[in-house]
């Protein structure tokens, strides 16, 4: 049975929707439908998180075992209390670094998420942000975590798109206005089981 570890964030813990109902716990559940069995997901997340807050975490789990991949979206919170996006790119790549180390050394299983739009939901409305530039600024932590990824040979699976598509869709969103649903968390799992599918050795039936 394989193994996955899950760090991040409010996206990762799936703020205000049943752990089941998680992006981990429904890619899991993706994987097993497609017989590709999976152990629960091990998730080190939690809502607020910066990244230096989730190194913090990670240490302090003090995980020695490795699993047969693993997923890290983190940086939205960077973005959200205004940080210098250089030091995002330091601590962003010692995360991948040691998300590589969690993964076993294999780069090809490291699964890097691109940072939800919250600039377009109801509760960056209600806050008076400007939807173009939290996109702006957005678009700029992705460019340098894709280019991170990249440089490691890791994967950079984008849900931004979604997340602006749906952003103010009330299905898409938890009832805080701000966190994605069930329903959003879907998307991303879609995404990401062809990806892990292949990663793993194990091509999607029918792709």
């Given at each position: 049975m394989y193994t996955y570890l899950a760090l991040g964030d409010s996206y990762t813990i799936g703020e205000r929707v049943p752990m089941a109902e998680n992006f981990p716990?429904?890619?899991v559940q993706r994987l097993n439908q497609e017989q590709v069995e999976v152990a629960a997901p091990v998730i080190i997340a939690k809502t607020g998180w910066t990244t230096d807050e989730l190194?913090?975490?990670i240490r302090e789990h003090n995980l020695h075992e490795t699993f047969s991949f693993v997923?890290?979206?983190?940086g939205v919170n960077n973005q959200y209390r205004g940080r210098d996006i250089g030091n995002y790119k330091q601590e962003f790549a010692s995360l991948l670094d040691q998300?590589?180390?969690f993964a076993g050394g294999r780069t090809h299983r490291v699964f890097v998420v691109s940072i939800p739009d919250w600039g377009v939901t109801p509760f960056a409305i209600a806050e008076g942000r400007d939807p173009a530039q939290v996109a702006s600024e957005i678009d700029a932590y992705n460019?340098?975590?894709r280019k991170i990824a990249h440089r490691m040979g890791c994967h950079f699976t984008d849900i931004t798109d979604s997340t602006r598509a749906n952003g103010s869709n009330a299905l898409f969103l938890a009832e805080d206005g701000?966190?994605?649903s069930a329903k959003e968390y879907a998307v991303w799992a879609a995404r990401l089981t062809?990806?892990?599918?292949k990663a793993l050795g194990k091509e999607q039936p029918g792709v």
């Open positions: 716990h429904q890619l190194a913090a975490a997923t890290l979206l983190i998300a590589i180390a460019n340098a975590c701000l966190h994605p062809p990806e892990v599918m």
